[in-house]
Every structure is written in structure tokens, then in C-alpha cells.
């Protein structure tokens, strides 16, 4: 057993930090009158790979032959871990592939329910789809000692699920079993299935577990083949994606008006269009608010629920109190929810709380240790606090296992250009702009050619930004840190105050993005941060 010295709760071997405080956890006996031992590691000289500890270290790439290979080892874990693979589609429709994913997501989502059973989280474990992986280098880049997965053969209103659980370390099956039924029991057969494997992994439940694990949101299974749809859509996020998402919730809605997920989900996305600003805060303001209020209405105890309401409190109210409550609330109901944990690291990063914020970043991490959308937080988190070669050392780390993944190439561009390696941050910054087309990123390149001494591009990409700002959304934040590395200090609050006036969303991050740091002396900066609340 493993115990937190902060608050005494006991953990299997599977777990490095306390899921209540972010504090590492320690073999033996916790020992309370060690109040010395703070939350977290030191954070004046840790480098990024020890503050994010074995989940950055375990880092998985593709050999010639299609194998998995491992960089760094977790070390395995007892048997009450497990990673969930999304299941192999086995029926002639590829259109079956949303059901597949969907059920091993919910047989996932229920299993973390148990407090005793560290579970991979879903980014981490279905990124290792069609990848052929050995089952021992899953458990080692995961962390876990058993790997679930299985199959679905659909043809018509009947289906065949076949399950299996192998222990990683020696890869010998633990349990195995067959399921033929009707889709429409497949409620039934996802519990059947769901108690089945903590049965077979010797996983004791408590008082209210059982219920907690087996409570679902709907009854209705064409309105959750709907959400299915959605959620597997959402999970690309990409634009074009997040809007099919949103016509996928809006249809398990008008099926079952009372099923709270999909209006999560619907707020999900309309939060992910505007903070990519694929749209404008104000086009997708109501749309996001509504949605939220009626998930809280249906289910106040739902931790995404609540996730929802605190990312819609976020990004479009700039209420910081509210945000912090609703996070707080979904990781009360569920510790182990990693969207609510990395977007709290997130908020709290925006507030200047770092020392917390890598706490949950920490933590999430290790739920979810191969997550990009979460690896890219923590790497930016870092570049936020001014800790520029932490920062490049994780992002990249980050490229090691995606090397297209954009936000690692504005890390990487924007923390070489505040410590002065202009070559190599004009090259990211440059891929950044290329792999995403997000006009964000535009205006970091703008901020670096300035900085760079090619004052010439810099004005050519502003001209392009005002351009754009006549014909459709762009946040006025952009040409206003362009303005801002050239010089012009008028032209720069001029455009921040645009922004300030829309609302823009990246804005969140006013009070300690260094892109900003040549007009924070300036009243009229002041001013905007207290309007939006933010000083």
C-alpha cells in the first residue's frame, strides 16, 4: 500500500500522487506531523520531466516494424490497474466503429468509479488503436498491470461482444467471455460486463460503488447510440468535427429531452469552437449557456455536468469564482475525471497559480500520460510561468509521440524567442501557423518576426490579421502583441481594448502571458484587466 502524507488516504501501488491533494505518495504509513512535506514537487529547479515524473518519461513511438517501442519505463503496477482499448469493429459497416469505441469509452467511464482501480484514461489507452502494440509495452507506457479489450460483431438488432482481460507483465489471459444479445439490452450487457471485470480483477466494492458504477444517464438506446456518435466526433476536435458533433447531441436530445450528457456535450463544443476561435465569443455564447444550465438541471450530481459548466463559465463569462467552484465540484464527484482536472491546471495557470496548477496537470498525467490536448496545457502552463527551458524540454518531449501536434510548435516557438534562439523559434512558430491555420498562432509569428528584426514580414502579417478582422472572427488580441513587440504602444492598447470589448477568449491568459509584459506599466492595460476582472 502507498499513503499520502498530507491527508492519510491509502492508495494501491498503482497511484504516484494523492488524487484529493496532488501530494506523492510514499510506501508505509502516513506520518502527521510531517507538515513539512508540501503538495507537489519544488518548483524553483525541478526540470519539466521530473515535475510530470513517469507519465512524460513513458513515451511510445512506432518502430519499422509497426511494433510499439518504449522510451522510459513506469515500472508495472498491481492488478488493480487497467487500460480499456477501444474494441475492434468485427461487422462489415465501418459505420459501427462510433458503437465500438462507445461502449469500451462507457465500460471505461464506469470502471473509474471504483476507488481502488486505477484506470487509463481514454486519450492514453484508444490511442493505441491499430498500432499492433504488445501488451507489456501498453502496460509500461500506461502504467497498468492488466489491459482490457475486445471485439463487436453487429448484423442487424443482434450483437456479439467478446471480452478479454491479459496481465501485461507476462501476457497470460486473466479472464475472457462472450456476450450474444439484442442492442436493445445493451444496458444490460454493459453491466454484466462492467461487474464481470471487477469481479475477474478481485476489486472489492464499496457502500455506494456498485451503484455509482452501473447508473446511467439514459434508457433510451437510439438517443445514446446519438451521443456515441457525438462524443467519438467531439474526441477528433477538430472544427468540422465539433459542429457534426453538435448535430449528433441535438438529436439524442429530441429522442430523450431528460438525458443530460448530450447537453454537456453540446456546451463542449460550442467552448472548443470559440476558444479556437473557429467562432466568435458572442455567436456561441447562448447557444454554450443554455445547453450548460439544462446538463446541471437534469443531473447536478454529473461531474461532466459540472465540467461543462465550469469550462462555459471560462471561457465566455470570465466568472473565475464560479469556474473554480463547478471544477472543484466535478473532481469531488469524480476524482479520476481528467477533462475536469487538466481544465482546473488550466484555469489556475491563467490566474498565476502554477505551483497548483502542475499539481493537477501532475496528476492528470498520470491518468492520462500520452494525452496531447493535456501535454500541450502542461507545456504551455510552463512557457506561462516563464519557464522557458522547462517548457521546451516537454513540449519536445511531446513531439517525440505526435510531431505534428501544433500547440507543442507554439510552445516551442514562443519559449526560443523569449530566450532569444530566434532560428528555432521562427521555424515553430512557422509549423504552428502551417499544421493549425488558427490566426492565434498568426499572431505569435507576428510577435517573433518582430522580436527577430524582419520588421517588414511582421507588418505584412498584421495587414493580413486587420484584413481578416473586416470579414469574419479574429480576436484584436493578435495585432495588438504585434503592435506591442514593434514599439507601438497606442496601436497596441487600441487593439486590446477591441478585444476586451468581444470578449476574446485567449485573453484569459492577460495576467502572465509574456507577450503582453511591454504594456503592463501602461493605465489603460490596467484597465482592461479590471474589466474583465483579471486584476
Known amino acids: ?113 471504483v476507488e481502488s482501480l486505477k484506470v487509463a484514461a481514454r486519450t492514453s489507452a484508444f490511442s493505441f488503436k491499430g498500432t499492433n502494440a504488445h501488451v507489456s509495452d501498453i502496460g509500461k507506457v500506461l502504467g497498468v498491470s492488466s489491459v482490457l479489450d475486445g471485439s463487436v460483431r453487429r ?50 466494492l464499496l457502500g455506494t460503488e456498485r451503484k455509482e458504477m452501473l447508473k ?127 481544465l482546473y491546471g488550466t484555469y489556475l495557470a491563467t490566474q498565476g497559480r502554477f505551483d497548483e496548477a502542475f499539481v493537477q496537470h501532475k496528476v492528470a498525467l498520470e491518468l492520462d500520460p500520452i494525452s496531447q490536448p493535456l501535454n500541450g496545457n502542461a507545456s504551455r502552463a510552463l512557457y506561462m510561468a516563464r519557464r522557458y527551458e522547462d517548457a521546451i524540454e516537454l513540449a519536445e518531449k511531446n513531439l517525440e509521440i505526435a510531431p505534428d501536434f501544433f500547440i507543442s510548435h507554439y510552445v516551442l516557438g514562443a519559449s526560443y524567442r523569449q530566450i532569444g534562439n530566434m532560428g528555432k523559434a521562427l521555424e515553430h512558430a512557422r509549423l504552428a501557423v502551417s499544421l493549425s491555420g488558427f490566426f ?15 520588421e517588414a514580414e511582421a507588418r505584412d502579417l498584421l495587414a493580413e490579421l486587420e484584413a481578416a478582422l473586416n470579414t469574419r472572427y479574429v480576436s484584436p488580441q493578435w495585432p495588438s502583441v504585434i503592435y506591442a513587440a514593434l514599439g507601438e504602444t497606442g496601436n497596441a492598447l487600441r487593439f486590446l481594448e477591441k478585444a476586451s470589448e468581444v470578449r476574446a477568449i485567449q485573453l484569459l491568459w492577460l495576467a502572465v502571458d509574456p507577450s503582453f509584459d511591454p504594456l503592463r506599466d501602461e493605465p489603460r492595460f490596467r484597465e482592461v484587466m479590471a474589466t474583465l476582472g483579471l486584476g
Open 216 to 342: 446511467k444517464a439514459t434508457e433510451n438506446t437510439e438517443a445514446y447510440e446519438q451521443y456515441l456518435r457525438g462524443r467519438a466526433l467531439w474526441n477528433k476536435r477538430t472544427p468540422s468535427s465539433l459542429e457534426r458533433a453538435t448535430q449528433f447531441f441535438e438529436k439524442a436530445i429530441t429522442i430523450d429531452p431528460e438525458y443530460s450528457l448530450p447537453y454537456s456535450g453540446i456546451t463542449d463544443c460550442h467552448a472548443l469552437l470559440a476558444y479556437f476561435e473557429q467562432t466568435a465569443p458572442h455567436d456561441s455564447r447562448e447557444k454554450a449557456k443554455a445547453s450548460a444550465y439544462k446538463a446541471i438541471e437534469l443531473d447536478e450530481a454529473s461531474a461532466e455536468a459540472n465540467t461543462s459548466m465550469g469550462m462555459y463559465n471560462l471561457v465566455f463569462e470570465f466568472d473565475l469564482r464560479e469556474t473554480e467552484s463547478r471544477f472543484k465540484k466535478a473532481l469531488h464527484l469524480n476524482p479520476k475525471l481528467v477533462t475536469a482536472r487538466y
Open 440 to 454: 492565434a498562432f498568426k499572431g505569435e509569428l507576428g510577435v517573433t518576426l518582430a522580436m527577430a528584426g524582419k
Open 155 to 204: 448484423a442487424g438488432e443482434r450483437v456479439r461482444i467478446m471480452v478479454q482481460i491479459v496481465n501485461a507483465a507476462d501476457g497470460y489471459h486473466i479472464w475472457s467471455e462472450r456476450y450474444d444479445r439484442e442492442v436493445k439490452d445493451i444496458f444490460a450487457v454493459q453491466d454484466e460486463i462492467t461487474l464481470a471485470v471487477v469481479d475477474a480483477l478481485k476489486v472489492r
Open 1 to 113: 500500500m502507498k499513503k499520502c502524507l498530507q491527508c492519510g488516504r491509502e492508495y494501491d501501488l498503482s497511484m504516484s500522487f494523492c488524487l484529493d491533494d496532488g501530494a506523492e505518495l510514499l510506501y508505509g504509513p502516513a506520518v502527521s506531523d510531517q507538515g513539512a512535506v508540501a503538495a507537489g514537487f519544488p518548483f524553483d529547479d525541478e526540470p519539466a520531466t521530473a515535475i510530470f515524473s513517469s507519465p512524460v518519461a513513458a513515451i511510445a513511438a512506432q518502430t519499422s516494424e509497426g511494433q510499439t517501442a518504449v522510451f522510459g519505463d513506469t515500472g508495472m503496477s498491481d492488478r488493480t490497474s487497467i487500460a480499456v482499448l477501444p474494441f475492434a469493429n468485427m461487422s462489415a459497416d465501418v459505420e459501427n466503429e462510433y458503437f465500438c469505441d462507445g461502449l469500451a469509452e462507457e465500460l471505461l467511464n464506469a470502471l473509474t468509479k
